[in-house]
């Protein structure tokens, strides 16, 4: 099922809409550079996707073909109201791959020139639900950006309080 197909309501496990990508693992690339894509993502990416840039351009993302395609629209339509979005859209067609697919055992060869641009030599990635996509990135650096979090945003609830009150945070 792709993420744009709603399942109808029952209450049952198996009959629900689709959430989003949520929920995060660690799992660990092989020496061939291949990694585990979480059953639990699986269907709603769909049996072809993308693997491309996340909207931030700092990790990997797997896209399902029509998110894939939402994310280079996005920055066509940029392109038209500021040319220097053009370096945007370039780097990432440059970084995009379409058409992948999983093997039977659940396992996507990451291209090797996007995994040495945003993994490096890491071994180990944390492969975030990011409701839209799915974002890889180095388990290390992961960690790094949660404790970033908890110092940015060492109080969310007042956070989101001014925000519904309009006031800057």
Request: aromatic letters at 10%; charged letters at 25%.
């Amino acid at each position: 099922m792709r993420p744009s197909e709603a399942m109808p309501e029952t209450g049952s496990s198996d009959e629900y809409p689709f959430l989003g990508f949520v929920g995060s693992y660690t799992h660990g690339i092989d020496a061939k550079g291949r990694m585990i894509i979480p059953a639990s993502f699986r269907d709603p990416l769909g049996a072809r996707f993308a693997v491309a840039p996340t909207p931030d351009f700092q990790a990997i993302a797997l896209y399902p073909l029509s998110g894939w395609m939402e994310r280079r629209d996005e920055l066509m339509a940029l392109v038209r109201i500021n040319a220097r979005a053009q370096r945007l859209l370039d780097q990432f067609s440059k970084y995009s791959y379409v058409d992948c697919e999983a093997d039977n055992q659940g396992r996507l060869l990451l291209p090797q020139k996007i995994r040495a641009w945003r993994l490096g030599d890491a071994r180990e990635v944390d492969v975030n639900g990011a409701v839209n996509h799915i974002r890889i990135m180095p388990a290390a650096d992961s960690r790094e950006q949660d404790l970033r979090f908890d110092e940015e945003f060492a109080d969310p609830l007042a956070m989101i309080a001014a925000m519904q009150q309009g006031k800057e945070f």
